[in-house]
């Protein structure tokens, strides 16, 4: 691979893991069948079917190959979108619907054998990149608030618009049953 003009080489591996093959190199991002730990654990997947370097053939195993590892951090423990799951048979009134979430993690592959290994940034840059500066946390909140506060305001006009409308339809509904009231009362005094 290139870049920038520069000849990079990277390695990958074929893991395999949850009944599936991944083809991982140092830095990807990998959502997988769920793996036990909690997020920030490390973790080693050791059934390596392929280890490779771009440029030379790779060691293929068979079906592992030997003292080879893929070590990888969980960054979380997450569900999958819902899925349906239908069943119907026709013509006897069966239909039974039921949804199904799979749990699944997502891991961060950090080296391959130990080589490869991917820079984690210092913890000094961390901290400056987590803390922004006060000027700017401001005028964050107030994008924040502004909105709300608005937001807050029309609701309040909309719900007393809503209260005197309601009235205005209970007292017509008044007016229209005493007036329905007095029409029966005179019907019937007639018919006497």
Do not use: W
């Amino acid at each position: 691979m290139t870049l920038h003009g520069i000849e990079e080489k990277s390695m990958f591996a074929v893991v395999k893991t949850g009944g599936k093959q991944y083809r991982v190199t140092p830095g990807d991002v990998v959502v997988v069948e769920k793996l036990l730990g909690a997020p920030g654990d490390k973790i080693k997947l050791d059934h390596v079917l392929m280890v490779g370097e771009d440029g030379q053939s790779p060691e293929i195993g068979s079906p592992l190959v030997g003292n080879n590892a893929v070590n990888c951090i969980i960054l979380e423990q997450s569900r999958s979108a819902k899925i349906l799951v239908f069943k119907k048979k026709r013509r006897k009134g069966y239909k039974r619907t039921k949804g199904h979430r799979q749990d699944h993690t997502v891991l961060r592959v950090l080296d391959i054998n130990g080589k490869g290994m991917v820079k984690q940034k210092s913890k000094t840059e961390t901290k400056k990149e987590s803390k922004p500066k006060q000027s700017e946390q401001i005028a964050a909140k107030n994008l924040v608030e502004a909105p709300k506060e608005e937001a807050a305001s029309k609701k309040k006009s909309t719900s007393t618009k809503k209260k005197v409308t309601a009235k205005k339809k209970v007292t017509a509904k008044k007016k229209a049953a005493v007036k329905k009231k007095a029409s029966t009362k005179k019907s019937t005094a007639k018919k006497n």
